[in-house]
C-alpha cells in the first residue's frame, strides 16, 4: 500500500519560500520583483511617508512547527528604500524531534536603505528551531534591523525547560564580517547568570554606518537599566537588552530606532501602520 503524497508532504512540514526585490523608481521604491512559494508572502506595498516602500510579511498558518522550513531573500537594488515588519510576533511551536528551520537574508546595494522591524519571536517549550539572520551591505548601503525573541510564555506559566534553538546574526559588508555571533539557546542557557540569567526576554538591534551620536543616543534612551548594553564597532551600532516582559523592551528598540533614524535615513521616524492595530 502506497504511502499517501498528501500525508507524506504534511510530515516533511511546509516549505515556505519569498523571493523580493525592489528597485527606485521616480521618486519612490518599488517592489519590482516578488516570487514565493508556500505560505509566506506579501500584500500591496504601503507608502505613508512617500518615497520608502514599506512592506508587512505575512505567515498565514500564524506558527511554525517541526519540520517547517521558511526562506526569506531581499534584495534592495541602488537607492531604493525599504521598511520590512510582521503584523504579528512570530511563533515556534513545541516539536516532537524535527528542527524548524528559518533562514532571512538580505541584500542591500549602495545607496539603498533597508529598515527590518519585525515583531517579536516566541519560542515555546519544547521547541527545536534553527534560525539564521544575514545582513549583506555593499558600500554606501545603509542598515537598521533588530530580532526580539521570547522564551516560552510566561503569561501562561510555560518556561523554557526543554525548548533548544540556535539564533544566528550576521552582519556583512563588501565580502568581510563585521558580526558573526550564533546563540545557543536551552534550560542551561535560559537559567544561567552567565546567560540570560532567566530573562525570557532577549533583543539585538545593529545599525550601519553608525556614528558616536547614535551610540550616545541609544545609550542616554537605556537609561540606568543594567539590562541593556550598547557599543560601536567599525561604525556597526550594536545594542542588546533583556527583560521579563516583551513590551518594554519593543518600546526600547522602537525609542532608539526613532532617535537614530533622522541621521541615518535622512528622515524622521514614521511608524508602520500595522504597529498601532
Request: with cysteine; proline share 7%.
Amino acid at each position: 500500500m502506497g504511502v499517501d503524497p498528501e500525508m507524506e508532504a504534511a510530515c516533511e512540514g511546509w516549505k515556505a519560500r519569498l523571493r523580493l526585490g525592489f528597485c527606485a523608481s521616480e521618486g519612490r521604491t518599488l517592489l519590482a520583483r516578488r516570487e514565493h512559494a508556500g505560505p509566506l508572502l506579501v500584500q500591496k506595498p504601503f507608502y505613508p511617508e512617500g518615497t520608502t516602500c514599506h512592506v508587512y510579511l505575512i505567515h498565514p498558518p500564524g506558527g511554525v512547527v517541526g519540520g517547517d522550513t521558511i526562506d526569506l531573500d531581499v534584495q534592495c537594488d541602488p537607492g531604493s528604500q525599504v521598511l520590512l515588519t510582521t503584523p504579528a510576533a512570530g511563533k515556534f511551536y513545541r516539536s516532537r524531534g524535527p528542527w524548524a528551520k528559518q533562514k532571512n537574508r538580505f541584500e542591500v546595494m549602495d545607496g539603498a536603505l533597508l529598515e527590518w522591524l519585525p515583531q517579536e519571536t516566541i519560542l515555546f517549550d519544547d521547541c527545536r528551531v534553527e534560525s539564521l539572520t544575514r545582513f549583506e551591505l555593499e558600500d554606501g548601503a545603509r542598515m537598521i534591523g533588530w530580532e526580539m525573541v521570547a522564551l516560552g510564555r510566561p503569561a501562561c506559566n510555560e518556561g523554557f525547560a526543554r525548548g533548544r534553538a540556535r539564533m544566528g546574526l550576521e552582519v556583512w559588508k563588501d565580502g568581510v564580517p563585521l558580526l558573526l555571533e550564533q546563540l545557543n539557546l536551552d534550560a542551561a542557557m535560559f537559567a544561567s547568570p552567565c546567560g540570560l540569567n532567566k530573562k525570557p526576554l532577549s533583543a539585538t538591534l545593529v545599525a550601519y554606518p553608525a556614528t558616536p551620536r547614535e551610540l550616545d543616543a541609544a545609550r542616554d534612551l537605556a537609561g540606568e537599566r543594567r539590562d541593556f548594553g550598547a557599543t560601536l564597532i567599525d561604525r556597526l551600532l550594536i545594542c542588546r537588552a533583556l527583560g521579563l516582559q516583551a513590551e518594554p523592551v519593543r518600546n526600547l528598540l522602537v525609542s532608539i530606532w526613532r532617535a537614530i533614524r533622522p541621521g541615518m535615513a535622512g528622515k524622521p521616524a514614521c511608524e508602520p501602520r500595522i504597529w498601532a492595530t
